[in-house]
Nanobody
Framework: QVQLVESGGGLVQAGGSLRLSCAVSGSDFSINAMAWYRQAPGKQRELVASITSGGRTNYVDSVKGRFTISRDNAKNAVYLQMNSLRPEDTAVYYC??????????????WGQGTHATVSS
């Protein structure tokens, strides 16, 4: 009954920006790390950025310096600020959360994702 809902995608020109949001809803769960993945046409899903509950972040090399992941623990939300977008950033973006209940981790299915298209 935990759901992850992404939003904020759209169509932008190269060099533009988008801010993606993901809200985790449900009850009786805890969140450790959160992350953003993306899947470009014809490619596998790729880890883009992650953030621990304490705010430590990691990024795939291709987005370093351009993307910023952040979170609001009170809202169970994670965000991805994407600047200086490039056509190769075009993908469906998915959020992920490490979830636990009663001391045990569990996995929820991927959400619908939000599509970001960057034109040149």
């Amino acid at each position: 009954q935990v759901q992850l809902v992404e939003s904020g995608g759209g169509l932008v020109q190269a060099g533009g920006s988008l801010r993606l949001s993901c809200a985790v809803s449900g009850s009786d769960f805890s969140i450790n790390a959160m992350a953003w993945y993306r899947q470009a046409p014809g490619k596998q899903r790729e880890l883009v950025a992650s953030i621990t509950s304490g705010g430590r972040t990691n990024y795939v090399d291709s987005v370093k310096g351009r993307f910023t992941i952040s979170r609001d623990n009170a809202k169970n939300a994670v965000y991805l600020q994407m600047n200086s977008l490039r056509p190769e950033d075009t993908a469906v973006y998915y959020c992920h959360a490490d979830l636990s209940r009663g001391g045990s981790y569990f996995f929820e299915d991927w959400g619908q994702g939000t599509h970001a298209t960057v034109s040149s």
